[in-house]
T-cell receptor
Framework: AQSVTQLGSHVSVSEGALVLLRCNYSSSVPPYLFWYVQYPNQGLQLLLKYTSAATLVKGINGFEAEFKKSETSFHLTKPSAHMSDAAEYFCAVSSMNRDDKIIFGKGTRLHILP | NAGVTQTPKFRVLKTGQSMTLLCAQDMNHEYMYWYRQDPGMGLRLIHYSVGEGTTAKGEVPDGYNVSRLKKQNFLLGLESAAPSQTSVYFC????????????FGPGTRLTVL
């Protein structure tokens, strides 16, 4: 069985500061990992995904995430926060097994302080 | 290319009423999903479909039914709405095989009084 844990339901950072959103996963098979972003009153959109190629994955809007197998982590970072980054972020895990579905974490709401 | 669309965007029901939410995708995706999103609960899978004519139960299927008569459409029905079904409903679709990146619709906000 697969699972995802996002540490911190709310994270606040100052504009211009480093953004770090934490995600740990559990999977008995090699995982595929995703970060999605949800802006207010919108659906989820894909930020980036890990599919067993490079362990450092670059996504849209300056975000990136690093797959660390030894730590079972896939933390999301951005060097400098912008007000427009305020949103809810979801980490998700899947695998290449045909019957596996994507399992989503409970989400982390990112607040940007001026 | 509209992606995933959902109809309606908002709906208010009285307890016991029925309704159908429509999801449509124009990406020729095989897989489609219905989720509900509640504060602090993340996304919970209600039902999903791996192809035209097929449906399967997800994590929270009780009180909902679905149909996939056409590949591009996935309908979610509430036969007798309850206040516990007040939520935001999202539809998603994905192609088969590989990392099943999902593409989401804009959501339907449903209130049951």
């Amino acid at each position: 069985a697969q699972s995802v844990t996002q540490l911190g339901s709310h994270v606040s950072v100052s504009e211009g500061a480093l953004v770090l959103l934490r995600c740990n996963y559990s999977s008995s098979v090699p995982p595929y990992l995703f970060w999605y972003v949800q802006y207010p009153n919108q659906g989820l959109q894909l930020l980036l995904k890990y599919t067993s190629a490079a362990t450092l994955v670059k996504g849209i809007n300056g975000f990136e995430a690093e797959f660390k197998k030894s730590e079972t982590s896939f933390h999301l970072t951005k060097p400098s926060a912008h007000m427009s980054d305020a949103a809810e972020y979801f980490c998700a895990v899947s695998s290449m097994n045909r019957d596996d579905k994507i399992i989503f974490g409970k989400g982390t709401r990112l607040h940007i302080l001026p | 290319n509209a992606g995933v669309t959902q109809t309606p965007k908002f709906r208010v029901l009285k307890t016991g009423q029925s309704m159908t939410l429509l999801c449509a995708q124009d990406m020729n995706h095989e897989y489609m999903y219905w989720y509900r999103q509640d504060p602090g609960m993340g996304l919970r899978l209600i039902h999903y479909s791996v192809g035209e004519g097929t449906t399967a139960k997800g994590e929270v299927p009780d009180g909902y039914n679905v149909s996939r008569l056409k590949k591009q459409n996935f309908l979610l029905g509430l036969e007798s709405a309850a206040p516990s079904q007040t939520s935001v409903y999202f539809c998603a679709s994905s192609p088969p095989g590989g990392p099943r990146e999902q593409f989401f619709g804009p959501g339907t906000r449903l209130t049951v009084l």
